[in-house]
Each structure stands twice: as C-alpha cells, then as structure tokens.
C-alpha cells in the first residue's frame, strides 16, 4: 500500500501545528454541502469560520449514508432534493474560499463516479483533506494508492473497538489528524461521552503522533470541553446539522458557544 502523501506542509498540518504551539484545542466543524439549501451553504461557511471553527468538514450528500444518524440522513436528503451533487459541492467550497481548512466528507461512490481527475479538481476548488468513511485501511490499496497520491491529506477514522495493530496502521496511513468515532453506532447526539473514551483515547496515543480529533455524539459544549481534554480537538456534526435546519444563525451560535468552551481549558505549555 502506498503511504499517504501530502504537500510538505498542508493547510490543515499547519493548522494543527499553529494550534499546538499554542496550547489550544481544534474544533472540526461538520456540515452537509447543500444544507440547509445551496445558497445558505456559503453564509453558514463563513459564518462557522467566523466564529472559530478550525476545520470545516464537508460532507457530500449521498442516497444511502449507512453510518450517519438520522440528522444527517436528513440533511443529505435535503441537499439531494435541492439537487446537490459532488461537482456542486466543489463548485460551493470553490465560491466559499474559506480561510481555514476543508475535509471533503464522502462515501466511496460518489468520489468513484467523479473520475480519476476528481481528487485534482477538489484540490483545485480548495479541498486540503479527504475522508472516506466505507474505505477502511488495507480494504483496496489501489484505491488508497490513488488517494494517497493526491496530494491531499488523508484522514482516517478510528473506531473503539480498533485493535492496537491496526491503529499503527493507520497511523501511518494517515495525514492530517485521526478522527476517532467516540462510539459504535452511527452519528448523532447523545447525552453522555463514552465511559471508555480515556482507554481508546490513550491506546490511539501510544500508536501514532498524529492529531486526535474527537467525534460522534458530541452536541454540548460541556461535552466539547471534555472530549477536548482527551484529544487534540473535538469533530461536531448532528449538532451542527441539527442547528442548521433551524437557521444559520443557530448553527453560528453553536459553534461559537463549543468555541469558547474548548478556549476555556488551560492551554498547553
């Protein structure tokens, strides 16, 4: 398997290390390109950006999201019904020019449909990272051979359950930062982080030195600031998405909210 490559410093490494040398913690936002429409995509964008979000994860509407939650199910059916494809979500990433990283958020099949040169063109429109949530490491090496050689940061998602081998490889088959799935299941909100959170938290630790970023279920910003002291930062999706669907302006203030509460840790020295 090829070894993910990314430019020598990314955006989204840069950010990760700007942070750090600071002491603070990442907050990864989740939206749903087209959601809640297209043309509220860009203000709800920016708005997030605004208000200190340090990553913005976009994710592709897709007809079958198995491992999303009903929240976002929701969300990638409104964006389908508002006729939201991938070239139109690189068409609004493009127009957004955002100023902090994106994480282009996809299944395989939509990337799969959009040809050998899609990944170029994401790059082109200001995508820096990419997950695939259905390609788990090891699972199709040309795939991850074309994905590596992108030049996009490739992030991968860690499950609890993930054993400590496995972790390594990924490890080393990752850029960017890990996204580690706080829980089983499929997202959403939940009232509570996982009791064995600390556990994986310090297995994934001691298996690579890449950023942790920690999600699934996160939707307080009480629950931010805990996960935010396992990990290196916090990934907020149903919460988000949720919000979005009442008004923009909620999802600003979420976000804005889960932002002060990850800046009222004590920094790192």
Request: with cysteine.
């Amino acid at each position: 398997m090829t070894t993910a490559i990314s430019p020598a410093t990314s955006r989204l490494q840069a950010r990760f290390a700007s942070l750090a040398a600071s002491g603070r913690k990442a907050l990864v936002c989740y939206v749903t390109a087209g959601h809640p429409s297209p043309s509220e995509s860009i203000r709800l964008w920016r708005g997030l950006a605004a208000a200190g979000a340090d990553v913005l994860e976009v994710g592709v509407p897709f007809s079958d999201p198995m491992a999303d939650g009903p929240v976002i199910q929701r969300s990638s059916q409104v964006a389908l019904d508002h006729g939201m494809t991938l070239a139109g979500t690189l068409d609004l990433i493009r127009e957004a020019a955002l100023d902090i990283p994106v994480v282009l958020f996809s299944y395989l099949n939509p990337l799969l449909a959009g040809g050998e040169s899609v990944l170029q063109k994401a790059r082109e429109a200001g995508v820096d990272g990419v997950l695939v949530t259905d390609l788990p490491v090891g699972a199709d090496p040309t795939r991850e051979a074309w994905f590596g050689a992108s030049g996009l940061d490739f992030v991968r998602l860690v499950a609890p359950t993930t054993p400590a081998p496995r972790m390594e490889e990924i490890g080393r088959h990752g850029g960017g930062f890990v996204y580690l799935i706080s829980r089983l299941g499929v997202t959403g909100e939940r009232a509570a982080l996982a009791d064995d959170l600390p556990e994986t938290v310090a297995r994934l630790r001691a298996a690579t030195t890449l950023p942790l970023c920690i999600g699934f279920g996160i939707s307080t910003p009480e629950q931010a600031r805990d996960a935010a002291r396992l990990g290196d930062g916090v990934v907020v999706g149903s919460a988000l998405v949720r919000a979005a669907g009442e008004s923009v302006e909620s999802a600003i203030a979420l976000a804005a909210s889960m932002r002060a509460a990850l800046d009222e840790l004590p920094h790192a020295s």
